[in-house]
């Protein structure tokens, strides 16, 4: 037996990063009096040298390494970078708010930083494997992460409920590879994706095995009928770290759907586009529905989360029409464009949610939102951008995003979806609005000026603007997906 | 033909002032920002002129085109152009919102800067939508207008402000989020196009073209708003602060009517045949029913309200009976109804500053109090119900007489709008401003002053000029009427 010393080149961010992680542990170790300074930084600065790494390693090639189960190309790239600057800016929001309730321990940045590193090996998994062992990562730390406020009840219900049920969604991912594995012979996508095109493979066992994959992914990507821990998770977290959740995440379990799906089962797309079809549907419509009801902001955004992740959802359904792949760039890059859209209005939505906050008090019912344009006007004005862009109102970046997936969806000639969804849109509208109303028609409950540091401020306004940037200019982030996508596949 | 982008500027220059008013901040600077919003409308309305007296009578083609790419990816692209049928409109909505800065002035007190610049963003935005010629471009500022109108109602709006508010959002989301869907659908079948205009000459069967013709009657007829999706009217213009209601009836109203123009009839004329008489049923309900719905009102804004409905069916009347009289003669009642309801609703506006009531019966004898008011009132009331001289017969004799080509019943039951119009405006009238002083309010009350008087004779000399001498309004028109006309008796099938 030969041993080959693989190509590290390409995964030189992600051994940066786990480095990285290891520093961190030390570090704050032996400088206990400035740890979570140090850390902190320590992690900032990981996630800046790791894009730098990204950027320069950046190769249009699909290079793959580590007998191949790893994969280098530019829609693993351009989503770790989107990651980077997710937990980037998650971190930035919820600083402040950690240290107000001292939970800002060294620990925390460790964690974040082992959850980066999950999610990168998620976007750049080419292997059944190496995507598991990613997933499990990133859902380790976050698990941990929800139980932060050890002392909070709720927080360590929450984090038992997400825990439980995320160890029975990684069951059912197991499972269901190994019955692919049964069927193919095969656990990288490639050689998957070869044994079922020359018709190889069991159908049934490979049928079998696709149910309990797409179980694992929707759970992750929490989607209607997986979505149980998703309220409780989102509202029992502290704000910093549902912060996390519901951005970066999402993205890497869109990659995980993508990686699995488009290149390992490609030639099933009849079956998991069928699946999708059901969850896309029933996400939207109870996302929306049940968002109405909410009072606390939190579970109102993990609803409307809830509803968003079926929109991505309707983009990944429609790639291929009765056997015609000449959709699928288009369909995908459409999905992608929404993922990353609902991260950059999720981030805002929630940063907005830590703004409000402040030590001995959680703004987390929609009525604490009360007359926000009488106490600043500015941060108004920016949480109503989040707002109408999420419920699809133009000229923001929401609007785009479901523009591009109805128009996926429609030239997949499922019209009667679209109108659907738009449907549903309508009724997410009222949610939306309400929280527009009670920040500009109501009086304000709260006088106290809002407490946040300048860093916060000009971030939030930054991710706020961005929002009505991409707005009026989609095409560049458009054209960056599509382009990513196209290299890769 | 000037090398300037007038669409452009007249679409920009409110949108950026309006940015900037809003960035004089607190209500410390409220001065500041009036006279700034009153800049920036002027300028707006200064940019449009040109439009009309550079405006090429011969050609139906669209004029001051504009176009760059926007989103490549999706071939949508920043395409703006006026015809006659949109250009009037452009300076109409340009006017209005002088007037509206102005009726504004006083009157509102707090957060002065955010109420201009809703105004103005608004403005920009409704010239957007009148001139876009890339569907998703109409789209994008159709909808965008609604976050405006949406604060305006809500935040400076009466008691019910929040329910009205909400309700004229989601009516008109519902009918426009369909639109969108028939917008892919359309750019699917023309192979990747967004361009209305190419949209114009696409072959459709009759079956996407009836369903298309749904959705856009859906989207168009809560906006103008027909009857039965009418309910959301009332309510937002009872609740809507002074400035609100005008812009609402005099601009809002009829982006409906001319979506029908730009969209429905060109785009799927088959279904717009077929679907003739349902329209011309629908709208001659707006017209009668609503006609004597205003007449029983006690709410001075709601009557005007109602009375907007009515003069709206009559506009919709005259689009469905596929002649030049009939369709020239709606295009005139919309610009009328644009002075003449906005006029109408800045005097209610200048009672109700006075009063804090729109009760009629909380009035009488104000003519003895404000006599100069008074006369303006009742030239505007007596537009409003159609006299002779003034811009409100024009259209509405335009489109009787289309209605007697086209058939003899239709006719007859249009043509009780001029009984019943007079019924319920000088009716109303009469209570408010003639009788006995009803109470001692009413006899304190103070007559006009400069700024009121600037603006309501400035609506007076519109109103006239377009009674007495309305050829400069029809005279653009005509080509792009015909041209219209010629469009759609041809089949697409």
């Known amino acids: ?489 | 033909m000037t090398g300037m982008p007038l669409l452009s500027l007249a679409i920009w220059i409110p949108i950026l002032g309006g940015l900037l008013v809003l960035a004089t901040g607190s209500d410390r600077n409220a001065p500041l920002a009036r006279y700034l919003a009153l800049t920036v409308a002027f300028l707006g309305l200064v940019v449009t002129i040109p439009l009309w007296m550079l405006f090429d009578t011969s050609t139906s083609a669209m004029q001051f085109v504009e176009f760059a790419p926007w989103v490549p990816r999706f071939n949508i692209n920043y395409q703006l152009g006026v015809d006659g049928i949109s250009m009037l409109f452009v300076v109409l909505n340009a006017f209005i919102t002088v007037i509206v800065v102005i009726a504004g002035w006083q009157v509102i007190q707090d957060k002065v800067a955010q109420y201009m610049a809703a105004f103005l963003i608004m403005s920009g935005l409704m010239n957007g939508i009148f001139s876009a010629l890339d569907g998703i471009l109409f789209y994008v500022f159709f909808e965008a207008s609604l976050i405006p109108l949406y604060l305006i109602i809500g935040i400076w709006g009466g008691a019910n402000r929040v329910y009205a508010a909400l309700k004229f959002f989601i009516y008109t989301l519902v009918g426009s989020l369909l639109m969108l869907v028939a917008l892919l659908y359309l750019f699917m079948e023309s192979g990747g196009s967004f361009n209305i205009l190419t949209w114009h000459q696409l072959p459709l069967a009759i079956g996407p073209q009836t369903l298309i013709f749904w959705a856009f009657l859906i989207a168009f007829a809560v906006k103008v708003p027909m009857w039965p999706v009418h309910t959301w009217l009332p309510d937002a213009h009872v609740e809507a602060p002074t400035g609100g209601s005008v812009v609402l009836a005099a601009i809002a109203l009829k982006l409906g009517a001319y979506g029908f123009l730009r969209f429905s009839l060109p785009i799927v004329p088959d279904a717009a045949h077929a679907m003739a008489p349902l329209m011309i049923t629908l709208s001659l309900i707006a017209v009668v029913y609503i006609g004597f719905v205003a007449l029983v009102q006690t709410d001075m804004k709601k009557l005007v309200a109602y009375s907007s409905i009515a003069h709206m069916g009559f506009v919709t009347l005259g689009f469905f009976m596929f002649n030049a009289l009939g369709i020239e003669g709606a295009l005139v009642q919309m610009i009328s109804h644009g002075f003449v309801s906005g006029a109408m609703f800045l005097c209610i506006g200048v009672l109700y500053d006075r009063m804090h009531s729109r009760n009629i019966a909380d009035y009488g004898g104000v003519v003895k109090t404000m006599p100069k008011f008074a006369a303006f009132f009742m030239l505007f009331a007596m537009a409003n119900a159609g006299l002779p001289g003034t811009s409100g017969f024009v259209g509405e004799f335009m489109v009787v007489l289309g209605a007697v080509q086209f058939d003899f019943w239709v006719a007859f039951f249009a043509a009780t709008t001029l009984i019943l119009g007079a019924a319920y405006t000088l009716w109303m009238y009469k209570r408010v401003i003639f009788g006995r002083i009803g109470n001692d309010h009413v006899a304190q009350l103070d007559d006009i002053g400069s700024r009121e008087f600037a603006f309501l004779a400035l609506l007076a000399l519109c109103v006239l000029a377009m009674g007495l001498y309305p050829f400069p309004f029809t005279e653009v028109m005509h080509a792009s009427v015909d041209e219209l006309l010629r469009h759609v008796a041809v089949s697409k099938l």
Not at chain 1, 124 to 131: A, C, G, I
Not at chain 1, 252 to 261: G, P, Q, S
């Open chain 1, 1 to 489: 037996m030969n041993f080959v010393v693989p190509d590290f080149y390409p995964a030189a961010a992600e051994i940066f990063v786990a480095v990285m992680a290891l520093v961190i542990m030390l570090a704050s170790t032996f400088a206990r009096r400035i740890a979570s300074n140090l850390a902190y930084i320590l992690a900032q600065g990981t996630l800046i040298v790791a894009a730098l790494i990204t950027v320069v390693t950046m190769d249009s090639e699909i290079t793959l390494t580590f007998s191949s189960m790893f994969v280098s190309d530019l829609l693993g790239d351009f989503l770790k970078l989107m990651i980077y600057f997710a937990v980037a800016i998650g971190l930035l929001y919820g600083r402040g708010y950690l240290a107000d309730r001292s939970m800002d321990r060294p620990e925390y940045y460790l964690l974040t930083v082992l959850m980066t590193l999950g999610m990168m090996v998620m976007v750049t998994s080419n292997h059944m494997l190496s995507l598991y062992i990613g997933l499990e990562m990133m859902s380790l730390a976050l698990y941990a992460m929800v139980a932060f406020d050890r002392d909070s009840v709720r927080s360590t219900e929450a984090a038992m409920k997400y825990f439980v049920l995320g160890a029975l969604a990684s069951g059912m991912l197991l499972y269901g590879m190994s019955m692919i594995y049964a069927a193919t012979g095969s656990l990288d996508f490639g050689g998957v994706a070869e044994s079922i095109y020359h018709q190889s493979a069991n159908k049934t066992v490979l049928t079998f095995g696709l149910v309990f994959v797409m179980a694992g992914v929707a759970f992750k990507l929490g989607v209607v009928p997986f979505h149980m821990w998703v309220p409780d998770v989102y509202h029992g977290a502290p704000s910093a770290v549902t912060l996390m959740i519901a951005t970066a995440p999402k993205l890497a379990a869109f990659a995980m759907a993508l990686r699995l799906f488009v290149f390992g089962l490609f030639d099933l797309a009849e079956h998991w586009q069928t699946m999708m079809l059901f969850l896309a549907v029933l996400s939207i419509i109870l996302g929306n529905i049940a968002a109405i009801a909410q009072t606390n902001i939190k579970r109102m955004l993990a609803y409307s989360g809830i509803s968003h992740m079926g929109f991505v959802l309707l983009g990944l359904l429609a790639g291929v029409v009765n056997g015609d792949q000449h959709f699928a760039l288009n369909a995908y890059s459409s999905a992608m464009f929404y993922a990353v859209a609902y991260v950059v209005m999720s981030l805002a939505s929630f940063g907005m949610v830590i703004l409000l906050s402040r030590a001995g008090f959680e703004a987390e019912n929609i009525d604490d939102f009360k007359g926000l344009n009488k106490r600043n006007s500015w941060f108004a004005a920016m949480m109503m951008i989040v707002m109408f862009s999420m419920a699809g109102i133009p000229f923001f970046i929401g609007f785009f995003a479901k523009l591009a997936v109805l128009q996926a969806v429609v030239a997949a000639g499922h019209i009667w979806l679209a109108v659907l969804a738009v449907i549903m849109s309508v009724i997410g509208a009222f949610y939306y609005l309400r929280v527009v109303k009670v920040m500009y028609f109501d009086e304000p409950e709260d006088a106290a000026p809002l407490h946040a540091a300048p860093d916060i401020r000009v971030m939030l306004s930054a991710n706020g603007l961005a929002i009505a940037v991409f707005g009026l200019f989609p095409q560049g982030l458009m054209s960056l997906c599509a382009y990513a996508l196209m290299a890769s596949l």
